[in-house]
């Protein structure tokens, strides 16, 4: 099998690897990326959300030939994207105290800065909508619920290039 | 009757005689035990302070991982020359924040600046073995011990800057990570003291802060792995890493209480990356390690993509007809004749009889998953004759002695680190996964991680027991409650597990009794009453179904059969659902106490839970058009909490209804408060997943098997159907904290079906609510 390229977190990556193991794999067990996470396998919880070329995607049924030649950003990623400094999700996060058990956060983080970066002032159904795709077993929704906004919020102060900045 | 508490101790020191409950949250500090706790002192490796506890009984212990040792230090705090402070806190971090909370306490009475307390979850010399410890309520049991622990630091350092300054102790202070002597002026950072302090004798008794002094123990603080998590850093089970380890997935047999009879391998070795095939037999009892077929490769992918290529002819075992249409059977049955009475007080058949108004309901209850988000997971490494484990483990100790039967290693030979944990649950009770590991890894002679994925997870999992329930239940002409029957059939978690307790005591925790005279009659898990005549029976079928503990064990089921009742008299002959529970309740009086042991129920806070919610919640007000209120309470291992949800209920599509939750009102009695941002955080969790679990949890039975695969047909909770607002109370208390991991579950349950009937006239009586058609929007 020739190696296939990837571009994930600003780095040129060539692995070896069968086509069609799914993105998330070859994440956590080539290239030792655990902070993607692996919940069900089929799409249904986005745990293992990545971006690709800057959407919030599923790794786990993305295979890496179609990520092959794509710009892959993980959660340890992320803040690259912000210049080095944590991303406003991040920070939101924090600063609302969001994880319980921690699980599925990186993926929730994922699809809301995709959100905002498409979207700087988010509807509560542009809201729902994103994250509606993600489970928290623990139920951390409403601690979510509020620390998007307050994303929002730090973007607008923080951030006005707009645009794609992942 | 050995009680939950014997158990617990055992747990913590090792005896696997069960594998541990849950029921952790019940853990008391004031156990009657033979274990004696020290506090003991000395120089830190970093020429810092160190303080920590010795158990003298977990060196005695004769089924213990650490005998022989003398003393097995559980938690410390360290201070360094540099004025750092760090924490070791032993509990399992599963998302309720125990490495937070526990911490927290400690740096309280040392008087620590919290920005310089570093905390750690592991030992720092090896030769410490491991984390010792388990239970889902760290702060109800460790809340002593870990002010002491602190204080004595405190001492030290005092003691330290007295003799420095040539000043008695008692004239000095502290703020914050300072020691102060104020009539000189002289003040000293803790770092500067933490050599000399080093050397001091430890006192005998220190004294506690006075509460009203506490600067961090009441005030929020955010969980202390959060910048690693939002960040993606390796924190959980599945994330451990050793150079060049393999993957394996274990193929189980679908059929419960299944095994391998033939196994073709050849399709599975072909598949690229798969390394190795390991037969794994099991051991008797299924709750250590379950058998199977173990498919070792170099990545997870390969594991899996292995295991589905494995072709394995199973022996089905003797449950392989068992559906829920066998289980109800066998409840009806019990029903119609229960085989245990547990309570009997008055004269129930004839109040009934003689009651003006009965209510006759029964409920039923269908097996619950964990589904915790981080699966099935767990590594071991097995090197120069030892085996080290690492992994999502809620009960370290428990986990070492089942790898011990798995392998039959010697315990010394073992050694468990436990990570963060991705979900418990009650999951992670079990250590199964610990066992798989540590055979696995034996027999390959390396290092492996076992892993599954939500199918193998789902499929496998140890169930919340389903359960058919009977209440019956009579008021007389005014309107008063004077009889109550309760038959709880339910799927035993003691019998599944082989444990040698009565089949009912992990079932019918929170159910009501009546009225009981000594301490010795009074099951900590049951409440009693003021009701003339109360029964309560019991029965548990034969099946092969695993079941386990799942979050708030038996209270969610009980509650919900409890609480719907009770409104439902009330409303029969017109009486507030508040006034009517009052009036049950009775008063503390009604509980007997004995010495200085602390009743495990106080209804007076109950009580006053209750009215609080009600007033809080606006229970008796009109609820706005179109909405109804409902409320109920429920004390679960110590704590008390009474919910008032706010809904609606709009048609749907195929005929559903959807029911928007509005608000949900919690009141809660935790004792002190230690961090009121975990408690709140808990109060949101709690009630959603009480409220996914009610509406949409549930594992139907086939021919001996689970049905659900995928999230695709266990349906979990999302961010759309969470309620628009939760509102988190705690009454102010002073009195020896208690946990919050499980009891805001309980009452949500009830209340939103109580508020359904109230608005649309249907009574719910099952789980899921969907199976009534109706749905969260």
Known sequence: MPPISLNVNGRSIDVDADPQTPLLWLLRDELGLTGTKFGCGRGFCGACTVHVDGVATRSCTLTTERAAGRRITTIEGLAATNGGALHPVQQAWLEHDVPQCGYCQAGQIMTAASLLNRTARPSESDVATAMNGHICRCGTYIRIREALQRAAQLRAGSDDTGGDAS | ?777
């Open chain 2, 1 to 777: 009757m050995r009680t939950r508490r014997d158990v617990l101790e055992d747990a913590k020191r090792g005896v696997i005689v069960a594998p541990m409950e849950q029921d952790g949250a019940a853990r008391s500090a004031h156990a009657t035990t033979t274990r004696r706790d020290f506090i003991a002192a000395g120089l830190a490796a970093t020429g810092g302070l160190i303080v920590f506890v010795r158990s003298d009984a977990l060196a005695a212990e004769p089924h213990g991982p650490f005998q022989g040792r003398a003393g097995f230090p559980r938690e410390y705090v360290q201070v360094d020359p540099d004025g750092g402070v760090l924490i070791w806190s032993a509990q399992p971090e599963m998302g309720e924040g125990t490495r937070t909370s526990l911490p927290m306490i400690v740096a309280e009475e040392l008087d620590a600046d919290w920005a310089r307390v570093r905390i750690d979850d592991a030992p720092m010399d090896p030769k410490y073995g491991g984390q010792g410890v388990g239970g889902s309520d760290a702060i109800r049991s460790d809340w002593d011990r870990l002010r002491r622990v602190g204080a004595t630091a405190r001492a030290l350092l005092v003691a330290a800057a007295a003799a420095e300054w040539r000043v008695p102790p008692g004239e000095c202070e502290t703020t914050p990570h300072t020691v102060h002597h104020r009539s000189s002026g002289r003040s000293a950072g803790y770092g500067t003291l933490a050599a000399a302090a080093a050397m001091l004798q430890v006192p005998p008794d220190v004294a506690l802060k006075d509460p009203t002094a506490y600067r961090l123990v009441g005030t929020r603080r955010a969980g202390s792995d959060n910048l690693k998590i939002v960040t993606g850093a390796p924190l959980y089970g599945i994330d451990v890493r050793i150079p060049g380890m393999k993957y394996a997935a274990i193929a189980k047999c679908p059929v419960f209480a299944g095994r391998p009879r033939r196994v073709d391998a050849a399709a599975a070795r072909r598949v690229p990356g798969v390394r190795d095939i390991v037969e794994i037999p099991g051991l008797d009892n299924p709750t250590f390690l379950m058998p199977g077929v173990a498919v070792v490769a170099d990545t997870t992918w390969a594991a899996f993509r292995g295991r589905d290529a494995l072709v394995v002819e199973w022996d089905e075992g003797p449950y392989a007809q068992e559906s829920d249409a066998t289980l109800t059977t066998q409840f009806n049955q019990i029903l119609a004749a229960p085989p245990a009475t547990l309570h009997n007080s008055g004269r129930v058949d004839d109040a009934l009889a003689g009651a003006a108004r009965v209510i006759d309901n029964t409920f039923s209850f269908p097996f619950v998953s964990h589904v915790t988000l981080e699966p099935h997971n767990c590594t071991a490494e097995f090197r120069d004759g030892h085996l080290y484990l690492r992994g999502p483990m809620q009960m370290p100790t428990n986990a070492r002695g089942i790898v011990a039967r798995a392998t039959t290693l010697p315990p010394d030979r073992i050694h468990v680190q436990a990570t963060r944990i991705g979900g418990g649950f009650g999951r992670r009770l079990m250590s199964d996964y610990a066992a798989e590991a540590g055979y696995v890894a034996m027999t390959i002679g390396g290092a492996v991680m076992v892993v599954d994925n939500r199918e193998g997870d789902l499929q496998h999992d140890y169930y919340r027991p389903a359960s058919l329930q009977r209440v019956r239940a009579g008021v007389d002409a005014a309107g008063r409650l004077v009889a109550w029957d309760h038959i709880v059939a339910s799927c035993s978690r003691n019998a599944y597990r082989k444990d040698p307790r009565a089949p009912h005591s992990t079932e019918v925790y929170g159910c009501m009794v009546g009225a009981v005279q000594t301490v010795a009659q009074m099951d900590p898990d049951l409440k009693p009453m003021r009701i003339p005549n109360v029964r309560l029976r019991f029965g548990a079928p034969l099946t092969g179904v695993p079941t386990g503990a799942w979050r708030a064990p038996a209270h969610v089921a009980n509650a919900f059969a409890i609480e719907t009742t009770i409104d439902e008299l009330a409303a029969a002959v017109g009486r507030s659902a508040v006034d009517l529970r009052l009036e049950v309740l009775g008063e503390t009086a009604d509980i007997p106490r004995a010495g200085n042991e602390r009743s495990p129920y106080d209804p007076a806070r109950m009580r006053a839970v209750l009215i609080a919610a009600a007033e809080r919640g606006r229970y008796a007000e009109p609820a706005p058009e179109g909405r109804a209120r409902g409320i109920a309470m429920h004390e679960t291992f110590g704590s008390y909490c009474a919910q008032v949800v706010e809904l609606s209920v709009a048609a749907g599509r195929n005929g559903q209804r959807v029911v928007t939750i509005h608000r949900v009102t919690s009141v809660a009695d935790v004792g002190q408060m230690v961090n009121p941002g975990t408690l709140e955080a808990q109060t949101q969790g709690g009630i959603i997943d009480g409220l996914g679990a009610a509406f949409y949890g549930s594992v139907p039975i086939v021919n001996g098997r689970a049905v659900p695969r995928n999230f695709g047909d266990y349906r979990m909770i999302r961010f759309r159907e969470a309620p628009l607002a939760i509102d988190a109370h705690f009454l102010p208390s002073r009195a020896h904290p208690t946990g919050f991991g499980e009891p805001p579950l309980p009452p949500v349950a009830p209340a939103v079906a109580n508020a359904i009937a109230r608005l649309t006239g249907v009574r719910i009586r099952s789980m899921p609510f969907i199976r009534a058609g109706f749905v969260l929007g």
